[in-house]
């Protein structure tokens, strides 16, 4: 009868586990050890606390920034010109030689700007032209402030708007002149309510227009002053030809120029000053032209500077924004700001690591007899670095959970009373979960192996 190999009596599944009740009864003695040791260890835990609930934040902080100047790009459109006038006052201003504007003549931002854009650069896609200016509104009594603006129907399509109640206006109605206009949300909020104001009529200035749309709800992002928004709630946006033929059209010799005319031949300086302040002589108040492709953006401006250059007779009467090249130039500001903020937020976490990293080395010293009585009866060399490697863990695994609260919190604390946008992703909150646990593991594994090393025997005669 052959003998049984000692290794073939050996069940690996018995080895197994009689190994994880070994490592269970390490982690338990760690547990005991921070729950006999409260204060201390929540001490512990504070740098991880802080430094997960700072990260947390500031990622919160730079996400709600991105988000922001993201719904400000899709506000202004995509790859979109805008080309505003210069008022005389604003360009004797900056030059400070009054006189020779006197001498200059332009035409102003007109139509006929619009067409040349259109008909002869190849990289424009669209292009409108824009009148805006403040009115009233009055409907069954209720009179309210509102900005008139006459647009195109394509005005529309280049910055995203969306129908929410009717139909917007067409070429038809832009052709002809027709007396109908499309609302904000918020003016029919203020005129209508509950009401559906589709068909209804309302007297604007000295004009009835008839309503044949509203426009969704849009978010209207804060500092946007730079890039000729219009992010009033109460906008009545009517066909530029309605506007020209009904409102006002500054391209007309009126009975008024023929005044002022007079008044600056004649030397009336009196009436010239109480004038000058008011003059615009720009037919449009904002020219939008889209481009097909956004490599197209600045050999577009570079060719529409020189070409109204040319058209305005070399006066520099009129301003070009490429608000999405702004945008992302303010993205990338904001992306080194949060980076410098994610990264202090990050050396407070290594800092926690170090507190942790240095009670554990004092919680060593302190049960040195506890380590050498745990040795002399049999515990292992890696019982004593899975006991103290479990405490760190632990430790900063329930700080990384404190932490992710405190994080979330503070973030709502920030949108709540600063006004700042944050946005706290899934990403974020594992990222420094999983930091804080990694700094527990990796700053605990040195006073765990110290105690590790420690001879049993000058343990116990340690006092």
């Not at 009835?208 to 730079?226: H, P």
């Not at 219009?230 to 009517?238: D, K, L, R, V």
């Not at 197209?296 to 090249?325: A, C, G, K, N, W």
């Not at 994610?342 to 007899?369: C, P, Q």
Request: proline fraction near 3%.
């Amino acid at each position: 009868m052959k003998r049984k190999n000692s290794t073939e009596t050996k069940n690996p599944l018995n080895l197994i586990n009689s190994k994880l009740d070994r490592y269970l009864h390490d982690i338990n003695i760690a547990f005991d050890s921070i729950l006999a040791n409260k204060l201390k260890s929540v001490l512990t835990a504070l740098g991880i606390i802080f430094g997960v609930a700072a990260v947390i934040s500031m990622l919160a902080i730079g996400k709600g920034a991105q988000e922001e100047i993201l719904r400000q790009i899709k506000m202004v459109g995509v790859n979109n010109i805008i080309i505003t006038p210069v008022l005389d006052e604003d360009e004797a201003s900056q030059s400070g030689n009054d006189e020779k504007l006197k001498q200059k003549y332009s035409p102003g931002l007109n139509l006929l700007d619009v067409i040349a854009i259109k008909s002869i650069l190849p990289t424009v896609k669209e292009i409108s032209p824009e009148i805006s200016e403040d009115s009233y509104v009055i409907q069954k009594g209720k009179r309210k402030s509102a900005r008139l603006v006459g647009v195109t129907p394509f005005y529309f399509e280049i910055f995203g708007h969306q129908i929410g109640e009717g139909e917007l206006f067409n070429n038809y109605h832009n052709t002809y002149g027709k007396q109908v206009c499309v609302i904000s949300d918020g003016l029919k909020q203020k005129l209508f309510n509950n009401e559906n104001p589709i068909g209804k009529l309302i007297k604007c200035g000295k004009n009835w227009l008839q309503i044949i749309g509203v426009l969704q709800k849009r978010y209207l992002a804060e500092n946007t002053e730079n890039l000729h928004l219009n992010t009033s709630n109460e906008i009545i946006y009517i066909p530029l030809n309605t506007m020209l033929m009904r409102y006002k059209n500054r391209a007309l010799i009126t009975s008024s120029k023929i005044r002022q005319a007079n008044n600056n031949n004649n030397g009336d300086e009196e009436g010239t000053e109480k004038e000058k302040k008011a003059v615009n002589y720009h037919q449009l108040d904002k020219i939008v032209v889209q481009v097909k492709e956004t490599e197209f953006l600045i050999p577009t401006v570079e060719v529409i500077q020189h070409m109204l250059m040319r058209r305005h007779l070399e006066v520099s009467d009129f301003e070009i924004t490429v608000p999405e090249l702004l945008l992302k130039q303010q993205q990338k500001t904001k992306d080194i700001f949060n980076i410098v903020l994610g990264a202090i937020a990050g050396i407070s976490l290594v800092v926690g690591g170090i507190g942790i990293m240095n009670i554990m080395l004092a919680s060593v010293m302190e049960r040195i007899k506890e380590i050498g009585t745990r040795m002399a009866i049999g515990a292992r060399k890696s019982d004593i670095i899975v006991q103290f490697l479990a405490e760190s863990t632990m430790i900063s695994f329930i700080g990384g959970l404190i932490g992710v609260v405190l994080g979330v919190v503070i973030s709502k604390l920030i949108t709540q009373f600063f006004n700042i946008l944050t946005i706290v992703s899934p990403f974020s909150v594992l990222i420094a979960f999983g930091v804080s646990v990694t700094i527990g593991i990796a700053f605990g594994y040195m006073p765990a192996k110290k105690a590790a090393d420690r001879d049993p025997v000058e343990s116990l005669r340690h006092e």
